[in-house]
């Protein structure tokens, strides 16, 4: 049972470039969350997305960033006109229920450095 | 002030040593997360506590709720065991689907 998945595991962009990273959750879960770990800060939340809805983008910054969790395949976060300061490690969590107890299994994270 | 404090920031252990690392919290709680993190960053769940004591191997994890903190102790530590230790709280106070992270805490044991 392969956990999660999320690719690539390095990415590096130029400025004003899209990244999107890919997030597969573990088989039978249908809630996904996205958090950055910007250098020497702790995690942050993004983005909690069910399939085809968005639950909370609570944490998402309000410009260039947009996240979906589609019906077939798996979650994207996309970022769109990439600067320096997006340069972080991306982590994608996967849970099967909402309940406040679901256990959370994480993704190894993508590392998007913005040159 | 965050609304996760860790302590120590740093720790460093000689192996076999019992460690312990803190977490104090200032919101309601419904859960409370004790996640490790390599170097290469890969991030593990270790435990998941709402009241009480879990122990998984050389890992004790404890929660009082009435002081809002808890407590991560690792028996007989092993150089394997250095890594970065994060506690995260899922509070009923902000949103029901968010994690709030501490800073983490850097353990290293030497052996």
């Known amino acids: 049972n392969a956990g999660v998945m999320q690719n690539p595991r390095h990415l590096v962009r130029r400025r004003g470039q899209e990244a999107r990273l890919r997030c597969s959750p573990m088989?039978?879960?249908?809630?996904v969350y996205w958090y950055r770990q910007l250098p020497e800060e702790g995690l942050k939340f993004m983005v909690y997305?069910?399939?085809?809805?968005?639950?909370?983008e609570s944490g998402m910054p309000k410009e260039r960033f947009s996240a979906e969790f589609p019906k077939e395949g798996p979650s994207i976060l996309r970022i769109q006109q990439v600067v320096r300061g997006d340069s972080a490690a991306y982590f994608c969590?996967?849970?099967?229920?909402?309940?406040?107890?679901?256990?959370?299994?994480f993704g190894n994270g993508t590392r998007l450095t913005v040159t | 002030k965050n609304e996760v404090e860790q302590s120590p920031q740093n720790l460093t252990a000689q192996e076999g040593e019992f460690i312990t690392i803190n977490c104090s919290y200032s919101?309601?709680?419904?859960?409370l997360h004790w996640l490790q993190q390599h170097p290469g960053g890969g991030i593990v769940s270790l435990f998941m506590?709402?009241?009480g004591k879990k122990k998984h191997g050389r890992l004790i994890a404890t929660i009082n709720i009435q002081e809002k903190h808890s407590s991560l102790h690792i028996t007989a530590s092993h150089p394997r065991d250095s890594a970065v230790y994060i506690c995260?709280?899922?509070?009923?106070?902000?949103?029901?689907?968010?994690?709030?992270f501490g800073e983490g805490t850097q353990l290293t044991v030497n052996p």
């Open positions: 969590a996967s849970s099967p229920r909402t309940a406040d107890n679901s256990p959370l299994h």
């Open positions: 088989k039978g879960h249908s809630h």
């Open positions: 997305l069910q399939k085809e809805n968005i639950i909370d």
């Open positions: 919101v309601g709680i419904s859960a």
């Open positions: 506590l709402s009241s």
């Open positions: 995260a709280v899922r509070s009923w106070e902000t949103s029901g689907s968010r994690l709030t």
